[in-house]
């Protein structure tokens, strides 16, 4: 499992982006491929928890959903994560 964490800015471009990006990992969701998703409560970014085998997948995945590449959205940090509780 990979843990994708964003950081936002206010540019409109984002806002304008979002509904799109939403019915995607909402698609995804319903595949078991996003687990979660949402923004902080600051919504200054957001986290996203994708099930996918491998750093390939998860970059194809990204690479897919323009969302990623919208001013004022930037893919801080991502990380593989193993849980033990699920």
């Known amino acids: ?6 950081t936002f800015t206010d540019a409109p471009e984002r806002l304008a982006a979002r509904a ?11 595949a078991g491929t996003v687990r979660m998703a949402g923004p902080f409560s600051d919504d ?4 996203i928890v994708v099930d996918v085998t491998d750093r390939q997948a998860l970059e194809a995945l990204i690479a ?11 893919v801080t ?3 593989e994560w193993h849980p033990f509780l699920r």
């Open 77 to 79: 940090q991502i990380r």
């Open 20 to 30: 799109a990006h939403r019915s995607r990992l909402a698609d995804l969701h319903g």
């Open 1 to 6: 499992m990979w843990i994708v964490e964003l």
């Open 44 to 47: 200054r970014g957001a986290m």
């Open 64 to 74: 897919a959903d323009p969302y990623f590449a919208t001013p004022g959205v930037s």
